[in-house]
């Protein structure tokens, strides 16, 4: 699986951004989807998942309620709606691909076993 991240640039806070993710293959509805991010100095953390088959989704703490994630599987896309923008959320974000046969772990950046190049997100104050 390939992966194509874009959507990133620069927006003041509070403003909104939708990061959309796309996908080769042919599998790629059998894979849990994720993004993560990384704010320079940090380690990549864990942002929002989606469950192969869109059932369930997941949120970090610090983007709940702002965030939403979601898949078109006949697209081969998955997307990031980014509301409420603080500088905070400042940072690359990154998609990423695995096969699981269970949302185990589907916080961990280990278990995942693709990654797309990141685009680069800028919330200004």
């Known amino acids: 699986v390939q992966l194509q991240a874009s959507g990133g640039g620069l927006v003041q806070a509070g403003d909104s951004l939708r990061l959309a993710c796309a996908a080769s293959?042919?599998?790629?509805?059998?894979?849990?989807m994720g993004w993560f991010r990384q704010a320079p100095g940090k380690e990549r953390e864990f942002v929002a998942a989606?469950?192969?088959?869109?059932?369930?989704?997941y949120y970090a703490d610090p983007v709940k309620g702002r965030f939403t994630i979601s898949r078109d599987n006949a697209k081969n896309m998955v997307y990031l709606q980014m509301n409420s923008l603080k500088p905070e959320d400042t940072a690359v974000y990154y998609c990423?691909?695995?096969?699981?046969?269970?949302?185990?772990?589907?916080?961990?950046?280990?278990?995942?076993?693709?990654w797309g190049q990141g685009t680069l997100v800028t919330v200004s104050s």
């Open positions: 989606i469950r192969w088959s869109g059932g369930s989704t």
């Open positions: 293959g042919r599998t790629f509805s059998s894979y849990d």
């Open positions: 990423a691909a695995r096969s699981q046969g269970s949302d185990y772990a589907i916080w961990r950046r280990t278990t995942y076993d693709y």
